[in-house]
């Protein structure tokens, strides 16, 4: 018997079961879609799902993350089937504009194609899936908000691999692309929660010097001297290109907002002139705070994201979630703390399934119409579906 | 971390953000990015120069940015009207439904309202449907902030107001440069014309279309005063999209109202005149209704000389818009008018001076015919023989494939080569039997009298040395003067041909004719010996081919 449901984790990628199920669906939701969520060890599963969907004319999109979540558990193999019972507006957006200059024009055209296909409905979420190389995401987010501004709620999650080396990690029914954004039109939808939990610590340094989502300098010194010294410290380790993702998780940066909220930024690799990549930029001469191996209230996390969700205008038991879980902060607490979140998440929410994915960044806001955000280490939940309230 | 460095962080932030923006739009829209950043603040205005009047409460304010609401954004640059007590007053938060609903949309419900005052004249809301969480006194946070925004306000307004000053100026400048460059090309394009020109109304047409299609001017259109009791202009080319504009419309040169638009004073003046814009400039009103439907604005027209420096028509030359007509263009259009009046002028020159070489021609030749028909009176024997050794020796110099000008002149000469028998007395001209020596020698003289009769007449061709050089033979035994070979000219030893041809081709008082094929035999028998080889070759051809004299 095939299961019903909107959503299916599938262990293995087996073009048969794959048919089966899209011909089980196909049978309730004719016109329907599927969100196609990958395991980077399956990345090249991609063309075979793409011939299975083609053979049954079923509009298909999807993405590559570092791992699937799963019943409480991080999968790095099978795929996650998300049902949409009509597919929403998509569209693969590649080359994304890198120079200021070029941004603009780029974003008006981007937005120009996204307005053309708003319904009148107020509650629109733009669903973004992002490679993770694309260097100025906290940009281009800006950017649109001030092109869609209240139009629609702002969502995301940032696709790719934990190796931080490029990949193609979006697609549709036909394409694969990297260094772009998958956008997703999705209506009726009231968007996404967002909550990290970290707290502000006590240590200020100055990025002296950034460029974009790189930062040279911290408290006029190149960056990497700081960072090992703060390593040798706090590990008595020393630092070097391949272990330094595996550390730096422990020391992300922080942006300290008004709202006594902080904006986490994780950097993820150390380039050859000793400067610090970050996914999501750091604005100019920012003062950040050095989050010193914070400590990470899961529980006030997990009841601060139920709550929001609760907020969004349903009770959450019972209901789908989609779930980005940021593969920094896995890393930070360790597998087993992460799945004790993510086990968590589902004893209190009382979710009917939570289907997800490991993520390179997110997006969202702490609540609905909110400015929206690029965070790192966050966890990022929504509604699945129409099935909103 | 403390609450004062956390404040102090934001406000470094503000301040960095504020700091780097000159120009007032970015200013305000990235302050007020900041400021929902770190406030959760979904939407946000700059509302300036607010009003000091209050009037039933509410005051007027210029809605300068707004982001995160799409229905206000829509509202940017309007003046709206607002209540006093939400944009006046220290800074404030509050939820005050009652006060924002002029904010609802379609797209929000806001309750809540953040104020930060920046100066007297200015305000920011920030607005959300609920006031958000914050441990951080934002009332009081931003205040340092709105004091450095106040004065980036007016420094970027200075800044804009230079930099649109500069704008305005480039784009003079590249205006002008463009008219000036419209101008050049249409005179390089128009001399190209002038080169190739072949007759004054295809010269007219071929200007007027080059100075709308290359110029990219509306319209052009060349004029030419009448001598007639209106004075009138009379259109004889013109280009443009409306072919039937100038039918409908009266031009004249004479001192009245049709007479006093720019097209009539160029004429009457020998000036350029400008009307820069047709629709308000008191001396077009004649035109103005049909320039107005068809789109002109600017008129200029440019006098037409002869060269003697009298104007006799005008080029006229429209535009779509207003004030087109750059001063330095102006000048470069005068230039190309002169030299369509050059063109013009050449033209009726070379005309005149072809009509002249026909009438001078025709004239030589009828005096030919003349001369010709002297000697052939006296000799009726060998009546025709000059106009026939004319036809078949300029159908050999068209075989050889000389110029048609070498080939009249091969023709003339034919015409008249024995015109020097003249000096001959008719009996031995006509004399039925062989002649004697003495006689032989008299005849022979013909050939050096023809070319003493001829040679004070001015031709273009060598009439009379071919008169002359007719008995010369390549090897020298010819008379009167023995030459040899090249010594020979061409036409000579062609006309040669035609006449040993001619001559043994008809009868003679002393002897039948001895048919064609004798004439070519003894040619033949000749060749490269008395006869131009190449001459008796053509000659073959030509009989061979059918001629015949008519």
């Known amino acids: 018997m095939i299961p019903s449901d909107t959503a299916r984790y599938v262990a293995e990628i087996d073009e048969g079961i794959l048919d089966e199920q899209l011909a089980a669906w196909q049978t309730e939701q ?26 049954r ?19 790095t193999r099978g795929a996650w089937l998300l049902r949409f019972d009509e597919m929403p507006y998509v569209a693969l957006y590649p080359d994304l504009p890198r120079e200021e200059g070029k ?7 981007i937005t120009a194609d996204l307005k053309s296909h708003l319904g009148e409905g107020r509650d629109v979420t733009l669903f973004l899936l992002f490679d993770a190389m694309v260097p100025n995401i906290a940009t281009l987010l800006d950017e649109l908000y001030l092109r869609l501004a209240n139009r629609v709620h702002y969502m995301g999650a940032n696709a790719g691999s934990e190796s931080f080396k490029p990949m193609p990690c979006l697609f549709d029914g036909s394409r694969t692309m990297q260094d772009g954004v998958l956008a ?12 990290h939990g970290y707290r502000a610590p006590e240590q200020m340094l100055t990025a002296t010097s950034t460029e974009g989502n790189r930062i040279l300098q911290i408290d006029w010194r190149p960056a ?11 590990y008595c380790i020393e630092i070097d290109q391949q272990n330094f993702y595996q550390y730096a998780v422990h020391f992300p940066f922080g942006i300290v907002r008004a709202n006594g909220m902080i904006l986490v930024r994780i950097p993820v690799a150390l380039e050859k002139d000793g400067s610090l990549f970050c996914i999501g930029e750091v604005p100019p001469n920012a003062l950040l705070t050095l989050l010193k191996a914070p400590d990470v209230d899961s529980a006030h996390t997990i009841e601060t994201l139920t709550e929001g969700l609760e907020g969004l205008g349903a009770p959450v038991a019972g209901k789908e979630l989609l779930l980005f879980y940021c593969a920094g902060r896995r890393l930070h607490l360790g597998v087993e703390a992460a799945e004790h979140e993510l086990r968590l998440l589902a004893e209190r929410t009382r979710a009917r399934w939570i289907a997800g994915a490991l993520s390179l960044g997110e997006i969202g806001s702490s609540s609905q119409w909110e400015y929206p955000q690029f965070q790192n280490a966050t966890l990022v939940a929504s509604y699945w579906g129409q099935r909103t309230s | 971390m403390s609450q004062e460095q956390q404040i102090l962080t934001i406000l470094y932030d503000m301040a960095i953000s504020i700091g780097s923006e000159v120009s007032l739009k970015p200013l305000l829209v990235k302050t007020l990015q900041r400021l929902l950043y770190h406030t959760s603040f979904p939407a946000g205005l700059v509302l300036l120069d607010v009003s000091t009047d209050d009037v039933a409460g509410n005051v007027e304010a210029t809605l300068e940015a707004a982001i995160g609401d799409f229905e206000l954004e829509g509202g940017t640059g309007r003046v709206l009207k607002l209540p006093a007590v939400l944009l006046r007053g220290g800074p404030e938060l509050r939820e005050a439904p009652e006060l924002l609903t002029r ?15 920046i100066d007297r004249n200015g305000v920011i809301l920030l607005l959300a449907a609920r006031v958000p969480h914050t441990d951080l006194p934002l009332t009081r946070i931003f205040q340092p902030v709105m004091a450095i925004l106040s004065k980036a306000i007016l420094l970027c307004r200075h800044y804009d107001a230079h930099t649109a000053g500069l704008v305005t100026e480039r784009n003079t400048a590249w205006e002008d440069l463009h008219k000036v460059n419209r101008a050049l090309k249409t005179m390089s394009a128009c001399n190209e014309v002038l080169v190739r020109a072949v007759d004054e109304p295809a010269l ?7 100075v709308v299609d290359v110029g990219g001017y509306r319209m052009a259109w060349v004029g030419y005063a009448q001598q007639d009791e209106q004075k009138s202009v009379r259109p004889l080319a013109q280009s443009g999209p409306e072919t039937g504009y100038l039918k409908k419309l009266r031009y004249s040169w004479a001192d009245d109202e049709f007479g006093r638009g720019p097209t009539g004073l160029a004429i009457r003046s020998g000036e350029a005149h400008v009307v820069m814009d047709a629709l308000t400039d008191p001396s077009f009103a004649p035109w103005r209704s049909a320039a107005n439907e068809i789109g002109f604005a600017s008129v200029l027209a440019l006098p037409i000389t002869d060269g003697e420096g009298h104007t006799f028509g005008a080029l006229t030359i429209n535009t779509a818009k207003a004030d087109s007509f750059h001063e330095e263009e102006i000048r470069l259009l005068r230039e190309l008018a002169d030299d369509l009046s050059y063109g013009i002028t050449s033209l009726r020159t070379r005309a005149e001076r072809a009509r002249t070489a026909e009438q001078l021609y025709r004239g030589l030749e009828d005096t030919i015919q003349a001369l010709s028909a002297t000697v052939e009176m006296r000799d009726p024997y060998t009546s025709g023989h000059q106009r026939r050794v004319a036809a078949l020796a300029a159908a050999i110099g068209a075989e050889l494939g000389l110029t048609p000008d070498r080939i009249n002149g091969i023709r003339l000469a034919g015409m008249v080569h024995d015109v020097g028998k003249v000096g001959i007395p008719a009996e031995i001209l006509s004399k039925p039997s062989l002649l004697t020596s003495i006689e032989v020698q008299m005849v022979r003289e013909h050939a050096e009298m023809g070319y003493n009769i001829l040679k004070d007449v001015k031709f273009s061709w060598p009439i009379a040395e071919i008169t002359r050089q007719h008995h010369e033979r390549l090897d020298g035994s010819g008379y009167p003067r023995g030459l040899k070979g090249d010594a020979i000219c061409l036409e000579a030893r062609i006309v040669a041909v035609a006449d040993v041809v001619e001559s043994m081709a008809s009868h003679r008082p002393y002897r039948p004719s001895r048919g064609m ?13 008395h006869f131009d080889a190449q001459a008796v070759d053509a000659c073959r051809k030509v009989l061979e081919a059918g001629f015949r004299w008519s």
């Open chain 1, 184 to 195: 997703m039109l999705l209506q009726p939808h009231r968007g996404t929660v967002l909550e």
């Open chain 1, 224 to 234: 990497f001297e700081v960072y090992r010294e703060i390593a040798r410290a706090q």
């Open chain 2, 204 to 210: 007219l047409e071929e200007m007027c279309r080059v």
């Open chain 1, 57 to 75: 004319r079923v509009p298909l999109a999807g993405a590559v993350f570092p791992a699937l979540t799963e019943a409480g558990a991080f999968r």
């Open chain 2, 103 to 117: 904010f609802a949309g379609k797209g929000n419900a806001y309750t809540a309202f953040l104020r930060l005052p």
């Open chain 1, 103 to 109: 941004i603009p024009a780029a974003l008006d055209a």
């Open chain 1, 30 to 55: 004719p016109k329907l879609g599927v969100l196609v969520l990958l395991p980077e060890a399956e990345r090249e599963a991609v063309t075979r799902i793409q011939h299975v969907f083609a053979r």
């Open chain 2, 517 to 529: 094929l004798a004439a070519l035999e003894e040619i033949a028998a000749y060749r490269g010996t």
